[in-house]
């Protein structure tokens, strides 16, 4: 049966207060601030909250703190523990270390230095992002696309280098226009499992002409037609793995779905710079069968 309105506006002010902490959280998150937020019973949030999401307020608080931690970790290499801790909302550096090594196994040094991203998925699996993702997963019959690309080889660190080159290939040949043209992005690897150098991604923009040769080494590919899954993640691309993990291991072996021989890609929705990452939308086509 379809949700009823009472239980829509109820899914939105938890949707709400999810906003929020992710936004501030660095700031006061505790269950009277945030059953402020949601406009709910303080008495009665903590359990609302925790049936709604999966895991009890406060451990969802400290987790979404060490996600923003560790993704700083890696994104900033000049980056201290200690600020990477402070800056999201950790008392002192020895209660960040200590509940990072808790959830992780390892210090926040050590994985910065060797990131184990299998454990780290099953960290941050929270149910309620996989509940969300299950229901939100539909399939398209998805029409061949044209694409110029830019093929990113290389530490995953440097992909936006890369971005900034095809940005002005595609400024200076007037071939793909952002404001009438698609963007699309082709992971051939995990950066989760592959090794930095062997890193290989395409940056791509709608065409409809054949790509002028140009010095920016941007050439050609098609996005084949075909059936696919589609997810829309919502906020920065930083964490867009966490929205993928769940399709592969909840959503697809319940659907009977087969994947088909091409790798996933990316159509980014949001590509305004003005546009806050809290609010980037992008979505993820998984090819199938």
């Not at 931690?69 to 209660?95: C, K, N, Q, Y």
């Not at 087969?258 to 790798?263: I, S």
Request: glycine share 6%.
């Amino acid at each position: 049966m379809p949700d009823t309105p009472t239980q829509i506006a109820y899914a939105r002010r938890f949707t709400a207060v999810l906003a929020y902490i992710d936004a501030n959280l660095e700031g006061d998150l505790s269950v009277k601030a945030l059953s402020q937020v949601a406009n709910f019973s303080e008495f009665h949030f903590h359990r609302q909250f925790t049936v709604f999401v999966g895991v009890p307020v406060s451990r969802y608080v400290q987790l979404m703190r060490l996600r923003r931690a560790a993704h700083r970790l890696i994104a900033l290499p000049d980056l201290s523990v200690m600020d990477a801790g402070l800056d999201t909302g950790f008392d002192s550096p020895e209660a960040f270390s200590r509940a990072f090594k808790r959830a992780l196994g390892l210090s926040p040094g050590a994985f910065r230095k060797a990131p184990d991203w299998k454990v780290w998925h099953s960290v941050f699996a929270i149910p309620h992002f996989s509940r969300s993702i299950a229901m939100q997963v539909r399939t398209v019959d998805f029409p061949e696309v044209r694409v110029a690309a830019l093929e990113h080889r290389g530490a995953p660190g440097l992909l936006n280098q890369s971005v900034q080159t095809f940005i002005q290939w595609r400024q200076q040949s007037g071939q793909s226009p952002v404001a009438s043209s698609r963007t699309f992005g082709i992971p051939y690897s995990n950066p989760d499992t592959t090794p930095a150098q062997d890193f290989h991604f395409a940056i791509c923009g709608e065409i409809h002409d054949a790509v002028v040769p140009n010095a920016f080494n941007v050439g050609e590919l098609i996005i084949p037609a075909g059936r696919c899954a589609v997810v829309r993640h919502v906020g920065s691309t930083d964490h867009i793995g966490e929205t993928i993990y769940p399709i592969y291991r909840d959503w697809l072996p319940a659907s009977g779905e087969e994947l088909r021989d091409h790798p996933l890609f990316f159509e980014y929705l949001s590509i305004s710079p003005e546009t806050p990452k809290d609010q980037w939308q992008t979505d993820i086509y998984v090819p199938l069968r």
